[in-house]
Nanobody, 119 residues
Framework: QVQLVQSGGDLVQPGGSLRLSCAVS????????MGWYRQAPGKRRELVAA???????NYRDSVKGRFTISRDNVKNTVYLQMNNLKPADTAVYYC?????????????WGQGTQVTVSS
């Protein structure tokens, strides 16, 4: 069974940095678009950043210049480097990927990881 396995996430002070990772577990042909979403308490899940199979990226305005999404197509892993973190970044972060398998294309979600920014 194909899964996305996340790591990273922690409690960090404002201005600090964290790196999230999300690796594909299981056999796939390829990973297409990959991305990171977040959901704060009482709010809807929102897209934070996305990256295409070719490396094109897009970010929500509030994280531009602070967050960087990248991917390793050999390791089938997507990363989110978060710098200058703010309390407003506190949320559960989820990775997402469109994966091509023997069953066709599957949209998969990671298990989620908590990021808390607080002094």
């Amino acid at each position: 069974q194909v899964q996305l396995v996340q790591s990273g996430g922690d409690l960090v002070q404002p201005g600090g940095s964290l790196r999230l990772s999300c690796a594909v577990s299981g056999s796939i042909f390829s990973a297409l678009a990959m991305g990171w979403y977040r959901q704060a308490p009482g709010k809807r899940r929102e897209l934070v950043a996305a990256i295409s199979s070719g490396g094109s990226t897009n970010y929500r305005d509030s994280v531009k210049g602070r967050f960087t999404i990248s991917r390793d197509n050999v390791k089938n892993t997507v990363y989110l480097q978060m710098n200058n973190l703010k309390p407003a970044d506190t949320a559960v972060y989820y990775c997402n990927a469109d994966l091509v398998t023997t069953m066709g294309m599957n949209r998969c979600w990671g298990q989620g990881t908590q990021v808390t920014v607080s002094s």
